[in-house]
């Protein structure tokens, strides 16, 4: 079957760094895309991966190996206002998004 | 970028009564429009995809009857909530496939629904 698994909850200190894993299964797969999604509002696009390796995209970074069915979404030099839900979405062979529950990251002062 | 707009963003109905729902994409055209449903701290649920000119596609579970969806042209598509009641309340989510490589999503701000 589909899955896609993320971590619940994490906790990070404004300012410091966090990494936010997640595995996937998929019928096939066409990329792996990250959203964040702030409560109350619809996701926006942060990232998206088909070729393994690192992507950087300012405090952003996005990674993948295919192989392992992994990724993870790293968020640099936190602020208040990234506190958010942070989604791992697949994308299977005909093209569906598979969606994670989503991590709810909270950031403290 | 892509602009998805839905209209209305919020809307509070009486139990029987429809409420519809649109999503337009703003400046590019989608062939296909998804629309989401997503509950108090869960992840989105697709309940089905919407393409332009054929009739959509649901999701398992989902009542076609219930939940009518219109694609009637590449910038418009409507979620038809009727006879609804308050377990149909919820915030729902369309979302369009840009034509870049990426294939992504651009998201509209979402409905909420509440029925009394």
């Known amino acids: 079957g589909q899955n896609i698994d993320q971590p619940t909850e994490m906790t990070a200190t404004e300012g410091a760094i966090v990494q936010i894993n997640c595995t996937y299964q998929t019928s096939g797969f066409n990329g792996l895309f990250w959203y964040q999604q702030h409560a109350g509002e619809a996701p926006t696009f942060l990232s998206y991966?088909?070729l393994d390796g690192l992507e950087e995209k300012g405090r952003f970074s996005s990674f993948l190996s295919r192989s392992k069915g992994y990724s993870y979404l790293l968020l640099k030099e936190l602020q208040m206002k990234d506190s958010a839900s942070y989604l791992c979405?697949?994308?299977?062979?005909?093209?569906?998004?598979?969606w994670g529950a989503g991590t709810k990251l909270i950031i403290k002062p | 970028g892509a602009v998805v707009s839905q209209h209305p963003s919020r809307v509070i109905c009486k139990s029987g009564t429809s409420v519809k729902i649109e999503c337009r994409s703003l400046d590019f055209q989608a062939t296909t429009m998804f629309w989401y449903r997503q509950f108090p701290k869960k992840s989105l649920m697709l309940m089905a995809t919407?393409?332009?000119?054929?009739?959509?596609?649901?999701e398992q579970g989902v009542e076609k009857d219930k939940f009518l969806i219109n694609h009637a042209s590449l910038t418009l598509s409507t979620l038809t909530v009727t006879s609804a009641h308050p377990e149909d309340s919820s915030f729902y989510i369309c979302?369009?496939?840009?034509?870049?490589?990426?294939?992504?999503?651009?998201f509209g701000p979402g409905t909420r629904l509440t029925v009394l």
């Open positions: 979405v697949s994308m299977d062979s005909n093209y569906q998004l598979i």
């Open positions: 919407s393409n332009e000119g054929s009739k959509a596609t649901y």
């Open positions: 991966n088909v």
């Open positions: 979302s369009a496939r840009g034509t870049s490589e990426y294939n992504e999503q651009f």
